[in-house]
């Protein structure tokens, strides 16, 4: 059974940063196409952040600059740093796991097939 588990949220000051991590549990390899998404009050499950299989990332125009998406595939792990933040970053942040190496469809949350149950991160002004 796969599983994928964030933490690392809280609550934060504007323009101070979080790490979140999310582990990866039952996948038999773990260069999948990952990527970071966060579902805002009122607004749709949008994509930040994600990383194919060799590594190369790509991010959300809203957080280029701001937030580095990593994995570790020795540790089953995978990150997201956030520097900068301010109050349009709360929300629910959530890790998402293809079963492609490459991120052929971007953001499309549809062809992610395994998700986290998300992690909360407020920031304040």
């Known amino acids: 059974e796969v599983q994928l588990v964030e933490s690392g949220g809280g609550s934060v000051q504007a323009g101070g940063s979080l790490r979140l991590s999310c582990v990866v549990s039952?996948?038999?390899?773990?260069?999948?196409?990952m990527g970071w998404f966060r579902q805002a009050p009122g607004k749709e499950r949008e994509g930040l952040a994600l990383?194919?299989?060799?590594?190369?990332?790509g991010y959300a125009g809203s957080v280029k600059g701001r937030f580095t998406i990593s994995r570790d595939n020795a540790k089953n792990t995978l990150y997201l740093e956030m520097n900068s933040l301010n109050p349009e970053d709360t929300g629910t942040y959530y890790c998402?796991?293809?079963?492609?190496?490459?991120?052929?469809?971007?953001?499309?949350?549809?062809?992610?097939?395994?998700w986290g149950q998300g992690t909360q991160v407020t920031v304040s002004s």
């Open positions: 039952g996948f038999t390899d773990s260069d999948f196409c």
């Open positions: 998402a796991a293809t079963l492609s190496r490459f991120c052929t469809d971007g953001f499309q949350y549809t062809v992610y097939r395994y």
């Open positions: 990383v194919d299989g060799y590594g190369g990332a």
